[in-house]
T-cell receptor
Framework: DSGVTQTPKHLITATGQRVTLRCSPR?????VYWYQQSLDQGLQFLIQYYNGEERAKGNILERFSAQQFPDLHSELNLSSLELGDSALYFC??????????????FGSGTQLSVL | DQQVKQNSPSLSVQEGRISILNCDYTNSMFDYFLWYKKYPAEGPTFLIS?????DKNEDGRFTVFLNKSAKHLSLHIVPSQPGDSAVYFC??????????????FGKGTKLTVNP
């Protein structure tokens, strides 16, 4: 158990809808990362928050947004969903701001299916 | 553009033999490399890492080799055990503006160790 909790584990929705994925980091970790894993793709970095502030941005679509709350949990909001958004979404946390060689601790992911 | 490439989607080896997983990268700014292991229905977990100033790092049965001139790294598992059967992700870290590091993952190699 990595200590990172993601809910829900599975989500089935329709195109055009909006969903929210939730992540609770390991106790004491200040950074939260969101990754997307599509079929036949590696883990694509979406966004990182550190202590409530956006720290780094990756290939995140404008239809997607995220935030980190004062209690350090994070939510990833996906709107106007398309079939291609179907993927496994991982949250990871780390203790620091994302320095050299910093290890990430991953949750077990949310499997999103857009029908 | 795939900056971290794992060209073998799968690898099958016999228990007790050596497993060699390969990874190539294109970005010369990468300064740290990590391997993560992923079991089904779980998130990736950190396995071993290596700084770009080294060419080898060993941890028990796991050794990572880095060849900077060839932009190539490999993970050796000796001896391989059935419990090593998992998807292995190669990841590379590059410094970003603001001091954080961006982690780029490959697509993964599925290792099967046969008893």
């Amino acid at each position: 158990d990595s200590g990172v909790t993601q809910t829900p584990k599975h989500l089935i929705t329709a195109t055009g809808q909006r969903v929210t994925l939730r992540c609770s980091p390991r106790s004491g970790d200040l950074s939260v990362y969101w990754y997307q894993q599509s079929l036949d793709q590696g883990l694509q970095f979406l966004i990182q928050y550190y202590n409530g502030e956006e720290r780094a941005k990756g290939n995140i679509l404008e239809r997607f947004s995220a935030q980190q709350f004062p209690d350090l949990h994070s939510e990833l909001n996906l709107s106007s969903l398309e079939l291609g958004d179907s993927a496994l979404y991982f949250c990871a946390s780390s203790g620091l701001a994302g320095g050299v060689g910093e290890k990430l601790f991953f949750g077990s992911g949310t499997q999103l299916s857009v029908l | 553009d795939q900056q971290v490439k794992q060209n073998s989607p799968s690898l099958s080896v016999q228990e007790g033999r050596i497993s060699i997983l390969n990874c190539d990268y294109t970005n010369s700014m990468f300064d740290y490399f990590l391997w993560y292991k992923k079991y089904p229905a779980e998130g990736p977990t950190f396995l071993i890492s290596i700084s770009s100033i080294k060419d080898k790092n060993e941890d028990g049965r796991f050794t990572v080799f880095l060849n900077k001139s060839a932009k190539h790294l490999s993970l050796h598992i000796v001896p391989s055990q059935p419990g090593d059967s998992a998807v292995y992700f190669c990841a590379a870290s590059a410094p970003q503006r603001g001091g954080s590091e961006k982690l780029v993952f490959g697509k993964g190699t599925k290792l099967t160790v046969n008893p």
